[in-house]
């Protein structure tokens, strides 16, 4: 079956454009969450949709930094003036519901996003 | 500073052995995940624990949530070439709708 996409794969770009990137997530899922994974890091949650609304954008790391959720399925990441320190794996991941964490979160494969 | 403190962060061992990778904590979690990252690729959950004391099996895997759901632990047995990853652990804070992970333990099984 269909598992969550996110495109592009990979996205080179220069100091100060703004990127987007996109996520499909698994039909059905009303639960959208972005993250930010450095280096082989640990995630850094960015924001939590929850049909077309963000009640918690409280991980977004800047005014630079906005997302949008439309038709309660696809969602974009767009960062506006990039910089270099914004370079990253952005991971995208959905799930039924959220229900205190027990909810699967299923992911994708992620975006990979280095600003020169 | 790390909410959730992963450790170690490098573990190198040979095909055959024990060990244990931690996930400690100050705050109480609703319910506490493990995952497992190949290069390239999201996280897959292998389990979710949500009762203090907890301990679940899969295969050689056993993971473990504290008594007071601060803390978890992954044993693997008899480690495998195939077992090689990234590790991770992410908590649900009660009330806050999203996971909070740990660093993340590389684990590298040589043959």
């Known amino acids: 079956g269909a598992g969550v996409s996110q495109s592009p794969s990979n996205k080179v770009t220069e100091k100060g454009k703004d990127v987007e990137l996109r996520c499909d997530p698994i039909?059905?899922?009303?639960?959208l969450y972005w993250y930010r994974q450095s280096l082989g890091q640990g995630l850094e949650f960015l924001i939590y949709?929850?049909?077309?609304?963000?009640?918690?954008k409280s991980g977004l790391p800047s005014d630079r930094f906005s997302a949008e959720r439309t038709g309660g399925s696809v969602s974009t990441l767009t960062i506006q003036r990039t910089q270099q320190e914004d370079s990253a794996v952005y991971l995208c991941?959905?799930?039924?519901?959220?229900?205190?964490?027990?909810?699967?979160?299923?992911f994708g494969p992620g975006t990979r996003l280095l600003v020169l | 500073t790390q909410l959730l403190e992963q450790s170690p962060q490098f573990l190198s061992i040979q095909e055959g052995e024990n060990l244990t990778v931690y996930c400690n904590s100050s705050?109480?979690?609703?319910?506490l995940q493990w995952y497992r990252q190949e290069p390239g690729e999201g996280p897959v959950l292998l389990v979710t624990?949500?009762?203090?004391?907890e301990v679940k099996k899969l295969k050689r895997l056993t993971f473990q949530f504290g008594d007071a759901r601060k803390d978890s632990s992954l044993h693997i047995t008899a480690a495998q070439p195939g077992d090689t990853g990234l590790y991770l652990c992410?908590?649900?804070?009660?009330?806050?709708?999203?996971?909070?992970f740990g660093q993340g333990t590389r684990l590298t099984i040589n043959p």
């Open positions: 039909s059905g899922h009303t639960a």
């Open positions: 992410a908590g649900a804070l009660r009330g806050a709708q999203k996971l909070v």
């Open positions: 624990v949500v009762t203090g004391g």
């Open positions: 705050s109480v979690f609703s319910s």
């Open positions: 991941a959905s799930s039924l519901a959220w229900l205190a964490g027990e909810e699967t979160q299923y």
């Open positions: 949709f929850q049909g077309n609304s963000a009640p918690d």
